[in-house]
């Protein structure tokens, strides 16, 4: 394909996702501006521009919201999902290709992750609290708990799916069980890792609010869980807005990176 | 050109590569419960530096043979020994090239040549000048850094080749190597392989359906029966060893009689087949 | 008359409980509105807080809630269309500032981490309660925390005090917490806190009979609790899956009243109409809410016709 | 392998698994016993056990926890699950095939749908309720909104990892676009699919106590949510522990199904 | 026996399956943004019910060639016509047998030679008797109820053979269909595939790497160039428009002689190979 081609395809793209997005608040504003529902719980987009104006501006001799500007909020939350989705890869890969090689383990471990990754982070969350306090690494943990299943799964099911003379050939050209893992599954399994990063990294976004319920400020989900509380709808609408924002920008990061490391996706 | 591989590499294993089979049976169980009876029962001893080739129909267990030999599979019954030592798992000093391509996607053309030599920590200067010389050896130096979906698929046949050879193992296994190379590539590829055969005298199990290809190169030729697979003929060869290669071997009508001979025991073992009984009237 | 519009359809109520130990529950549990007005499909929802109660209300999905005065008075800036027919309880020392060992008065919060939940009647009393002593509540660290999540953080050593209510606030104390202030003292200051009954205006506009009915059953609850404790506790009880002997220790730090004392002038008689307006301003101080509307937004909230009704009848 | 091979690897399985169960229960004991932490946080294995029995019987004129036994807890929770899973099953995976066939759509849609899954079900859950009322509508709702993604995007990321040349066959073998995606690409992706399926599932598990934040009772996490509330953190952990084992047995379950529809999983 | 395939089914475009190519040219790009000229310029036009055989060396573009008449990837210049009409896109008209086996896993042997029948919409009860018919075409009657992971290479091969002929398609486009097979089976198979096409006279493009092959099966011969594949040699062939078949054929000094040219196109084509430069003085 030329390189003209590949442009006039990405600005044709760009086109179609802006014109998504005019559509959206289109509607937006027009329900809002009808009064369909009650501004508590639908508030305007202009209500929520103005609120995202305050939170970068010293307004009222008042810092942003709640004391700290936007990006500060969204750092402190950025830094706890770095820290729980890296984690969550660090620990997961090796995990779910220990879990894929192993038997025994597979049968304790499997169940155990199945359990640990169907619990309501609500209902436990003290118990995290009450194992590494009430700072960032209870929040961290949770993050990490949210992000570790999706990667360890599909570690597990990329292993069970991968070529067995693959496998065999790696063997029986001098490669070690553990050169094996590492020079033949886990490039294998690229594709599915990459789906279970993107599950991953999209659990732990939405598991954002649930970890800054306690002591989340400064952090964009505690932000929007005190100002919920408060009825501040249009704070709390503009804090969801930047989590999806940056989730969606993060993913099509993956995406392309994904592209450019799986190229044989699909040809093998 | 000096022998490809000479470069510093030792076989794994120098001697004791010798081959014995015994009472080997193979059945595999499908989903619903039946059984199929695939190999055997096989016995068969193999001296070191043989170069056994194994013709027979399709489907009457010559991979299944191979995989056992490789160590892929255990045998339901019987044992296989290599070199003195039960196979229960594949190694290096067995190298297999497969029937069906199976490159790595995610490791250009020179990195797949290279996979083995660099699983075994073989420096990489050392490694880079092996890689290219085998690369040669199947006519792809043109094509080290590409990646194997972008080759056809003799050249990823070729690159297979390549990529065992270079690992030197003491016992090489070929699932059909050449099935998918036109005619002259397959001679000259003949030609190289004898030729390493003849300088480290590497014992060869060699899969085949030309048996020109089995009398050519083989020491020995085994011809196996439909399903399930049992020795019908095992005949000594000496072409291989003789001195000469090429048309000069291909005229030679002691080659066109034993030719003719090899393929007469794979006709009566064709009419046998029980897959096709209506055949038989034909 | 509570018997509906007479042509066999029953017309629905849907009432937002909290599990708060108060006549709320026990109405619930023996059943009594239900057979007060048969021509009613009355239907309880349970809710976490009145933060989600003002949300339901603004969604339009209930009639009758229960929510603390503090949330009340930001529905209300809000504006949700709601009025407060009845006082539940006014809180007492069931909620108050427990502070670990050498925190000796409120002055000595100042650079420490307390913890309350957020946009709570204890979140507002715990503001006041700093307001009254003089210090500014930046100077303190106020981090939002539920009340489980509080129990954790005490028992982990990582708060230095938390402002809640029982029965945190109690396994606080069995954890060696002392009490620097409670509810009571922050309303003897002028700061009263209540959970508070809101109907929204468009059922009180359409059933009066039918809130009266309620407030009748709701003034039953409290008369029980005077009269025959043990059996109040039992069903409030049942409903928490608590013993009844924890109910009454926890119901022993709020107060309870009867249409007659409510009926009156400290209360929806006058008083709670100025504690809204009061609270209001005070939650704009506090910048938890952007805008006051005028007093009478407030005062105008306040429904005594069904407490006046009931005490007169 | 022989029938009786198949029984005593199974069986061994299962003692493993046993050991895990105990080993785990020991450890708590042991903890609780020594009284490591508050009992509030983590209450002793014999007031759970007394819960348990409290929640399936009628004890003190009172029927199980608040008002309802546990299977009517459960029951009532599982009635959302199912709906909300199956929703997610019968709409992501269209959704996905569409996605993954149809350049246009995915440019658009793609974005939204990783936007919608990485917003909290907490700071959206009140957006629900004004939308579909306060009963289980709303509740249905999120638990399809946490369940479509992982679908989704597997479905996405299995066809984009489809052999072309299965793809091609099918066309030059008479298959129309549409049989295509029904007698190729769908076969195709079973492994994908039922990663995404499992992921799916657990994720609506650990969304059930959010989900039953409002007007959950009966339901197991309505019931883990108020209960934790007053500090009946036993309650809690037995609504937790039940949940988490219904999780693992579906999981188990799935895994069965699993190996069943896709035996050649790993042999192509 | 009758012709297999006679049960119900007309061919999808009965006539009109001329081939026409002019000045196709296919280019690859690789990710380092160098350009592989894979194959082209090339013209050819092909008279219906040909049946053109296909040799050149491993890597020149055959398979290039195929796919781009099964419509499977568009030509970076020039154009292809079937039947007068621009190809753009596969069709069930034109059915394809690849290099590699590519059946369906989750489908039985039966089922994948039934999937094309299915996809169009034939009876179910003629479905099981074309399937049947074909099955025992390439003699794999017995194991018509296993998957195909359960069977050899050879054997996928021949499932992949039958699926395509049950079909019925007006232009048969095969990619090295016999390369897995042993001699018998493969002879058996070239006797059935001429038989079916004496029958039907569907235009055949057949690669293979056996001159031998294409001279017994083509009316035409055509010899590629190594990359990018042009025609080098393009020769009438007339023994499968006899009625003779078998030995009678391949013992006739005629058709030793055809082969024997044929090979000599190939020989030289080997020599011009850019890719190994240094066998041209070996
Ligand atoms: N995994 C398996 N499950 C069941 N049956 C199998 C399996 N693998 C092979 N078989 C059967 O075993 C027999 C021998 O297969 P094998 O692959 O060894 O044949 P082959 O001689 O290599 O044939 P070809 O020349 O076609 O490659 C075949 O009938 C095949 O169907
Ligand atoms: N997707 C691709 N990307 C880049 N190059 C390709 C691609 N497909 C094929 N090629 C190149 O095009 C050339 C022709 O390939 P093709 O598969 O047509 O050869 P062939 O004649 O079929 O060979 P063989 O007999 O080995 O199957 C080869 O050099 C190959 O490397
Ligand atoms: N007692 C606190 C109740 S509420 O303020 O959350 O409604
Ligand atoms: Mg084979
Ligand atoms: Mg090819």
Redesign the interface.
Known sequence: ?STDLIWRRRIG?LA??L??VAVFFGLWWFVTDRGV??????PKPSSVWERFIQSVTVHDD?RGLS?YFLWEHLWASAWRLIRGVGWAIVIGIPLGLLLATSR?VR??LE??I??????????????L???F???DASKVWLLFL?AL??IA??VI?GV???????V?????????RL?VVG??LL??I???L??GL??S???A??????AE?????PGI??L???T??????DV?IM??LV??????GI??LIRTLERRL??????? | MSAPGLAGLTPSAPTASRLVLTGVEQRFRAKDGSTTHALGPLDLDVVDGSFLAVVGPSGCGKSTLLRLVAGFAQPTAGSVEVGGRVVDGPSPDRGVVFQQPNLYPWLSVAENVAFGLKMRHVPRAERRAIVAEHLELVGLADVASRRPYELSGGMQQRVQLARVLANRPSVVLMDEPFAALDAITRERLQDELLRIWRTHRTTVVFITHSVDEAVYLGTRVLVMSPRPGTIVADEPVTFSTSDQAGDAVRDDPAFIEQRRRISAHLRPARNQNPQNPQKESA | DGDGNGDGKKIPLTIAYQNIPNGDLVVKNSGWLEKALPGYEIEWKLFDSGGSVNEAFAGGSIDIGLAGSSPVSRGLSAPIAYKVPWIHDVIGSAEALAVQDGITSITDLVGKKVAVPFASTAHYSLLAALETAGVDPTTVDIIDAEPDAIAAAWSQGSIDAAYVWNPVLAQLVSEGATILTDSADVAASGKTTYDLAVVSTKFATDHPEAVQEWVAQQSRAVELYRSDPDTWAKAVGAELSLDPVEVLDQAAGLIFLTAEEQAGPEYLGGGLGTNLVATASFNLEAKSIDAVLDKDAYLSAVYPDAVDAVAKG
Chains 1, 4 share one sequence.
């Open positions: 394909m793209d179609l996702r014109g998504a529902w009650s501004e508590i719980v639908v008042v004391g025994p049968v304790v169940p155990v199945s359990f640990i990754r169907s619990l309501p982070p609500l209902a436990y969350f003290s118990l609290i009450i194992w306090g009430i700072e949210a299943a999706p799964l599909s099911s069970e799916g991968v070529r067995t003379d693959w065999e050939a790696a063997r029986s050209l001098g490669a070690s050169q020079h033949t490039p294998a690229l594709p599915e990459f789906t993107r599950l990294i999209g659990f976004f939405s598991t954002i609010v649930a319920t306690v002591d989340g400020i989900g505690g929007a869980w005190s919920k509380k408060f009825l501040q709808t709390a804090c969801v989590i999806g924002v940056c989730a969606v993913d099509l799986v190229p044989w996706k699909g040809r093998v």
